[in-house]
């Protein structure tokens, strides 16, 4: 009998209505941590009166060529990768509305108080730095940069930064807010809430997913039955507030 051929259909269906009813009862935010515990992506949607949007998110340090092109091609916003406060000034990163000295600089969002830009980069052992290869490379060597000060806070800073990457590049660093979800509850502090309730290193990547069709954020429903589809861990903005603060 071939191994994809059930001797009992009915049992087979059973089984699968039992494990479907398993994923539907599990908790959100543990099947969100245990997937980034994993290395794995999660779909977070933030607040309905904030962005509205839900962002496939990743543990920056488990990103490869192919976490990348997913982002790229089932999301289709922008790859950012979030580091925490501390690991921002331990790397001497501005907020990019205050390095830019520009008469469009106007960081004053509808959505927030503040956008959480800092420099675009790219890592100086990539060449033109878009391909899902440099991407994953650089967003990978930022998440060792930022395990490195995590260890020891005070044993890597702007000149070692400096030394592995460059700007402007193609992956934009995001600054997460000093107090955390305290302070802000935007995709960027979500995805390190998560990071550091897995143990992690303090940064995590976080892309808008888009709607083909209309060009506008996915909307919540669509971006779940995504999720259902790609067994993805699909989890509220506030669930995590609630459950990670």
């Known amino acids: ?13 059973g089984t699968a209505d039992a494990a479907e009813t398993d994923v539907a009862e599990a908790d959100p935010v543990e099947r969100a941590l245990d997937a980034f515990r994993a290395g794995d992506p999660v779909c977070v949607h933030d607040f309905a009166d904030r ?5 496939i998110v ?9 976490a990348v092109a997913h ?10 990768v979030a580091v925490s406060d501390a690991v921002g000034d331990a790397f001497d990163l501005p907020f990019l509305a205050d390095a830019l000295d520009h008469p469009a600089v106007d960081d004053d969002p509808d959505y927030d108080d503040r956008s959480s830009f800092s420099l675009p980069v790219n890592h100086r052992e990539t060449f033109t ?13 930022v998440a060792n940069a930022a395990g490195r000060v995590g260890d020891d806070p005070s044993g890597y800073g702007p000149d070692d930064f400096a030394g592995e990457f460059r700007a402007p590049g193609h992956v934009h660093v995001l600054r997460g807010d000093r107090d955390g979800l ?59 507030v609630e459950a990670l603060t």
């Not at 962005?51 to 962002?55: C, V």
């Not at 730095?129 to 060597?141: F, L, Y």
């Not at 997913?209 to 861990?233: C, H, N, Q, S």
């Open 1 to 13: 009998m071939r191994a994809d051929v059930d001797a009992d259909p009915e049992a087979s269906a």
């Open 51 to 55: 962005e509205g949007e839900t962002d």
């Open 58 to 66: 990743y543990p920056a340090g488990a990103v490869d060529e192919a």
């Open 71 to 80: 982002m790229r091609n089932d999301a289709g916003g922008l790859i950012c």
């Open 129 to 141: 730095g878009i391909t899902d290869a440099d991407r994953a490379k650089t967003i990978v060597e």
């Open 182 to 240: 305290g302070g802000r509850t935007g995709h960027t502090e979500l995805g390190l809430a998560m990071a550091e309730a897995v143990g992690a290193a303090p940064a995590a990547v976080v892309c808008e997913m888009l709607d083909d069709e209309t060009g506008d954020a996915l909307a919540p429903a669509d971006a779940a039955a995504y999720a259902a589809r790609r067994d993805i861990p699909y989890v509220e903005g506030a669930a995590l």
